[in-house]
């Protein structure tokens, strides 16, 4: 575990390889003791974590192929877990985050189908874990990401009418967010990111009145 959140560290302060060996190290310890014991997970969300990370450096640095790659290992890992533990929402976030990443990844490669299976398998995911656990604000944070993305993706493609619905979804989970946690300034600036696609959306539409009301 320590060995990950080293990499994490590392890549914090842009040191990308040396941290994408710590995770490979992960990998190289963890993979032989998950394919021999698939249930033992803890150690599985860990292989899943270390793939994940190695992939979010591939995609920082403009290589999605490669950064597919390690997704495709967290998916299959952490979509395990979830299947095996639905009652447990930290699996749900780990793997929510995963098809966030993958749909990010495709939006690079200019996939438009590919991003809306992925951000769509968030929304399946986490909306009826939220209905029941309103107070899970990171799982709330990945579901409005995944509903941006999916407005980003209409929004590129002149589907206007769409990219606004999917923004004003995105704008009642953000606004929720924050009403729990009204003191946290990274909610407070998710929620102004998308206002603000909103009311980019309604200009663009002509609809300048409703844009000057969100502010």
Do not use: W
């Amino acid at each position: 575990v320590s060995v990950n959140r080293l990499g994490d560290l590392l890549a914090g302060q842009g040191q990308q390889e040396p941290a994408m060996e710590l995770y490979m190290r992960t990998v190289q310890a963890a993979r032989p003791v998950v394919e021999a014991q698939p249930h033992q997970t803890p150690l599985a969300h860990e292989l899943s974590y270390a793939y994940q990370r190695m992939g979010d450096l591939c995609l920082g640095q403009g290589d999605p192929h490669q950064a597919l790659a390690h997704y495709a290992e967290a998916l299959e890992i952490s979509q395990r877990l979830q299947l095996s533990h639905p009652e447990r929402t930290d699996l749900c976030l780990n793997l929510s985050v995963i098809y966030n990443r993958v749909g990010d990844a495709h939006a690079q490669l200019g996939d438009p189908p590919a991003c809306f299976r992925s951000y769509d398998a968030v929304v399946t995911l986490a909306a009826p874990v939220l209905e029941r656990e309103q107070h899970r604000v990171d799982l709330g944070r990945e579901l409005a990401y995944a509903l941006q993305r999916t407005g980003d993706q209409h929004r590129a493609r002149r589907r206007r009418e769409l990219a606004l619905a999917a923004y004003r979804q995105a704008l009642q989970v953000r606004e929720a967010l924050l009403k729990q946690e009204p003191g946290r300034e990274d909610l407070a600036h998710d929620l102004s990111i998308t206002q603000n696609r909103v009311a980019e959306i309604h200009r663009l539409m002509k609809r300048g009145d409703q844009a000057a009301r969100l502010f």
